[in-house]
């Protein structure tokens, strides 16, 4: 069993919950494998988006947070397989700064996501996934909800086709996070398709998929990132799908592990 998705004491909108508790979790759940990702830090030249300026872990917390994960991976060695990682956020624009963030600390990481939460536009940027009304000041911005979708997926794509080095991160996250608030917002006709143009890109530059339990948990999302069908079209397109709980507490591990497509691990 693989979890390859954990966040850490280390996140800022996160929990205090140490390293230990989450390895501890880990072990009475059964895995063999986790990764911590942690939220790697925006460009310096990137202004976070959210009021509380909190998205990502600071740059003079992020050699700390090298040097603890990898004190516990040693800690842990011989009960379980610990990577240490990130979760880097691709931001269109801005690809030449995470490209030398990641040639300088990426030999460092063993295992690391790509996601999309940031959008710009038209009048300033949006983190899509903070808050329902967040959301919503989103689509108007963007002059309605299929825009917003399309705009979304085309970064996703992006982010798969990107050339960021060769320490480039190797699976993509939540690829349909757009949807964390579709129960308020209705997704628009046709998203399916937009969500699934993406899957040869992934498939082309061999990354693999992060198939996130977290929105099984989240009251307007109710369905893993991505939903099942869409999990299922990668898998026979031949991209490896890793569960990911995306867990910001201990007790936030195993998110929707039950619920998803075990067959298609």
Known sequence: MRDGHIHSPFCPHGSRDSFDKYVEKALRSGYRTISFTEHAPLPANF???????DSAMSMKDFEN????VNKVR??????????????????QGYEREIRDFLDE???????????VHFLKGESFWHCID????????????FGGIHSLYSAYFRQIRHSASADLGSCKPGRVGHMTLIRKF???????????????????????STMELDYNGAGMMKEYCTEPYPPSFIALKAHET???????SDAHTAKGMNAGKELIRQDLL
């Open 47 to 53: 202004e976070d988006p959210v009021p509380g300026k």
């Open 65 to 68: 947070y090298l040097e603890t």
């Open 74 to 91: 040693d800690l842990y060695k011989t009960d379980i397989t610990i990577h240490p990682g990130l979760e880097v956020d691709y931001i």
């Open 105 to 115: 600390y990426g030999p460092h990481l063993s295992d690391s996501i790509l996601s």
């Open 130 to 141: 903070y808050s329902p009304e967040a959301f919503r000041q989103a689509v108007d911005d």
């Open 182 to 204: 579709h129960h308020l917002y209705p997704s628009p006709e046709g998203w399916e398709s937009m969500a699934e143009e993406s899957l040869p890109l992934i498939k082309c």
């Open 238 to 244: 031949g991209i490896p799908l890793v569960y990911g």
